[in-house]
């Protein structure tokens, strides 16, 4: 091969690939449009904070939406990656269109077949699928976490088929538009908040307690924006699916090679995704078992979490996935130099997201969410998850191209195996830290030990839907994420360097990583000093600019290669500014 190791070759029956087209370039554009979906699910996290704050609307909200987000995860995204896009990647590869095309119609039919049926359970079993997930919700949170689930649950369907044009458009090294179509699903949402918060709802979302029957109102109706928007998110996508994918004719037929091979794949990787997704839904029971608006505190503070795993772990993953499948699996030098390449840019990005998250938390919270029932104190809890969250966040985003690479290799059921293990060391610990988190709290800006300690068991129900002050319950769930998260990485590295290749953390380039992000440590903490007691709104983009700026001048002294192309594609874009 000439040049780099990660240069692309032509697909038969495509465009032939650009001269110097690699997976950075192809990540680039992908993470591009992750970047605008996240920063258009801050938007929709930010005006979601503003008119229900972390009020039960808030966590019937954030508990609903996880009901479709598992079903969607489950069919949609996480399995075609894996299943679906290695077969039709190939497919295209071998010159096969037409076969491709009928293989990508029978998966698509299928895929609704499934989760038409799911639907239907979901709506009919909403209140005991409600009692299974949030035991600990009574009364009237209950009641309108089952009326949200009853809403949100439809548009599941719309959301994996969504999954599947992602399958088709990725293989055709089509990347950006599916993952800027969550952006159309977010705006929905903001509309209606925004357009019913300042109107019907406008100076009746002050106190949830003395006019409950608002919040209420307005959460079902952000359900049916919910819904909206993935009808919009789907449709989207479908020219583009048309125009690059041929006329594709859906079927349920599953005696096609290319679908029964895509098939095989199916069972093992549900079971993989289906652990992980369980381990979102235990965190979720346990998280309804603490005092206060903890499951809301939870989906706040993963808005943030998941920005670095889906711009760096994600979108690297997704660019190398068509390429690992068509590679050649025996070459173990080839394997490594990808994979190393893969592992060095998440690192880059990953590295100094932790530090920000752990350093600046507070002031990247309050600047995004504090404003309106979002208050100071919110800040801090959701601060501190996000903090436990970031112990593991370089794992995290590593494991997602380690899996990639056994995806590749049809080996689906180490990630599943490794995965059920995380989930079980997560759940028990998550459930002994949170007890013990939930006895602290925050007083008047303060950090403050509120019960005795050891704690054996939850508060009573009463005192979780109106406790004194916030609690930092949830911080024990996400500490017991990120710690494991290591578990989960370390195993998967042992298993692809048994079978293919021996990657290192960071690609080789970590102890450097590591130096300029120290660099940048000193420099977040002197910006801190110097913002003072500032807003956040204000004090955030002095101290983000302030760390970036060092850590990227840093790695370039130390010849990180990903400095060199991230300050040229600084450069371009300020040559370009006017």
Not at 183 to 189: C, E, L, S
Not at 252 to 264: E, N
Not at 334 to 362: H, K, M, N
Not at 366 to 388: D, H, I, N, R
Request: charged residues 15%; positive net charge; proline residues 5%.
């Amino acid at each position: 091969m000439r040049g780099e190791v990660s240069e692309l070759s032509s697909v038969p029956g495509e465009p032939p690939v650009p001269e110097g087209a690699s997976p950075r370039r192809y990540s680039n554009v992908l993470a591009a449009g992750i970047l605008l979906s996240r920063v258009s699910g801050f938007a929709r996290g930010r005006a979601i904070a503003h008119f229900l704050g972390t009020s039960f609307a808030a966590d019937a909200y954030w508990a609903a939406i996880k009901i479709p987000n598992l079903l969607q995860n489950l069919l949609g995204e996480g399995v075609l990656s894996a299943s679906f896009i290695p077969v039709y990647s190939r497919l295209l590869a071998e010159g096969r269109r037409e076969e491709a095309g009928r293989v990508a119609g029978a998966i698509a039919g299928l895929l609704a077949a499934a989760t038409g049926a799911l639907v239907v359970l979901g709506v009919v079993f909403a209140g005991p699928l409600t009692s299974l997930i949030a035991p600990g919700f009574e009364g009237g949170k209950r009641e309108l976490t089952v009326a949200m689930v009853r809403i949100i649950t439809p548009g599941l369907g719309l959301l994996a088929l969504s999954a599947w044009c992602l399958g088709v458009l990725n293989s055709h090294r089509r990347f950006f538009l599916s993952y800027v179509a969550p952006v159309i699903w977010n705006a929905t949402q903001i509309a209606v908040l925004v357009a019913l918060g300042l109107t019907v709802y406008s100076g009746r979302l002050a106190d949830p307690f003395a006019d409950p029957a608002a919040f209420e109102g307005l959460a079902l109706a952000l359900g049916w924006g919910t819904l909206a928007g993935g009808l919009l998110q789907f449709a989207i996508q479908i020219p583009a699916v048309v125009r690059v994918g041929g006329p594709i004719r859906l079927s349920v037929r599953a005696d096609l090679p290319g679908t029964r091979a895509a098939l095989r794949a199916i069972v093992p990787v549900v079971a993989g995704r289906g652990i992980v997704q369980i381990s979102a839904w235990v965190d979720l029971i346990l998280a309804s078992l603490l005092a206060g608006s903890a499951v809301a505190f939870l989906g706040y503070s993963q808005l943030l979490y998941l920005l670095p795993i889906s711009l760096f772990g994600m979108s690297v993953a997704a660019a190398e996935l068509p390429q690992l499948a068509s590679a050649d699996q025996t070459d173990r030098a080839l394997l490594t130099a990808r994979l190393d390449q893969g592992l060095a840019r998440i690192a880059f990005f990953v590295v100094p997201s932790a530090l920000v998250y752990v350093l600046l938390g507070d002031l990247v919270v309050g600047a995004l969410f504090q404003t309106g029932g979002f208050g100071s104190a919110s800040t801090m809890v959701v601060w501190a998850v996000l903090a436990g969250y970031s112990a593991g966040l370089l794992a995290t985003t590593s494991s997602r191209l380690l899996q990639s690479s056994l995806y590749a290799a049809g080996e689906t059921k180490i990630p599943a195996a490794v995965a059920g293990l995380r989930v079980t060391v997560s759940a028990v610990l998550g459930a002994a830290l949170m007890l013990q988190f939930d006895r602290l709290g925050i007083v008047e800006g303060q950090l403050r030990l509120l019960g005795e300690l050891p704690a054996l068991a939850p508060y009573p129900q009463d005192f979780r839907e109106a406790p004194d002050w916030p609690r930092l319950g949830a911080v024990g769930l996400s500490l017991a994420a990120g710690g494991t998260a290591w578990l989960e990485y370390s195993l998967l590295r042992a298993a692809v360097r048994r079978r293919r290749a021996r990657p290192r953390l960071g690609g080789g380039y970590l102890s450097r990583t590591l130096g300029a992000a120290g660099a940048a440590a000193v420099a977040a903490l002197a910006a801190r000093w110097m913002v003072g007691d500032a807003h956040p709104l204000a004090a955030a983009p002095i101290a983000l600019a302030a760390t970036g700026l060092v850590y990227l001048a840093v790695a370039k002294v130390l010849r990180l290669p990903e400095a060199e192309a991230a300050i040229g594609a600084l450069s371009r874009l300020a040559g370009r500014s006017p």
